[in-house]
């Protein structure tokens, strides 16, 4: 049991502190994940982003996922897509995408994505639940070619370790019960994150790592 984000996330950073030092990033699922992200970011000076994804839904059933989008990546499971229209899900694609780009711009001020080529990438949640999220994303930063890719969470219910453990490089997540329901049953405090907090922390965090890294403005240059 977790206090609330903030403990679970000083827990997460004691098994990752052997990546400190590393040219990293710090990937965070809006919005429960980024609290736990901006913990971690810090404790290894890294710089801190949102990883986004989302579901295509079923066009009979939009509860129903036959696949998930990132922002340039899309894993369709062929089994449940081979009744939908080519059409349907070509549609979908495009009108999901948009919007997390929208959503990207929104919450890192314009920033585009760090290229996570030859990276040490750690993808972060407040818990998983069913893993579909953080699957998709997990096959879409694999075709960015990292040098290494870690899965951090909490809490999972154990099909989640057995299910992504084999796809990424580590999976830490000191909390796997098997009377697993939900991810807020293990947090005694597990309040909604907002937009507007998610923001002020991926800020906070870059400014942060701005300073630390030396990058200091001379006369209106920068010092390299």
């Known amino acids: 049991m977790f206090r609330n984000r903030h403990d679970a996330a000083l827990r ?6 052997k990546y400190r030092g590393e040219d990293g990033i710090v990937l ?8 736990i992200g901006y913990v971690i970011a810090q404790h290894l000076g890294f710089p801190l982003e949102v990883a986004l994804s989302k579901k295509i839904g079923h066009p009979g059933n939009s509860e129903f996922a036959i696949g998930a989008v990132s922002l340039d990546s899309v894993a369709v499971d062929e089994r449940a897509a081979a009744t939908v229209p080519a ?6 694609v495009a009108r999901i995408q948009a919007k997390l780009r929208d ?6 001020g314009g920033q585009p994505p ?7 990438v750690i993808l972060v949640d407040d818990g998983i639940a069913t893993g579909n999220t953080i699957l998709s994303l997990v096959q879409a930063i694999r075709k960015s070619q990292p040098a290494r890719l ?5 809490v999972a219910p154990p099909h989640a370790q057995r299910r992504l453990g084999p796809l990424v490089d580590e999976f830490v997540c000191p909390l796997l019960p098997p009377d697993f329901a939900a991810v807020g049953q293990f947090y005694q405090e597990f309040s909604q994150v907002d937009d507007e907090e998610v923001i002020r922390l991926l800020r906070e965090n870059a400014a942060t790592v701005y300073h630390a890294s030396g990058a200091v403005n001379h006369g209106g240059r920068m010092k390299e």
């Open 87 to 92: 059409e349907y899900i070509q549609e979908q």
């Open 114 to 120: 760090t290229p996570l080529k030859g990276k040490t």
């Open 28 to 35: 965070a699922i809006p919005r429960g994940g980024v609290p």
């Open 150 to 154: 870690v899965v951090a969470v909490p």
């Open 103 to 108: 959503n990207f711009r929104a919450f890192m």
């Open 12 to 17: 997460l950073a004691q098994y990752l502190e």
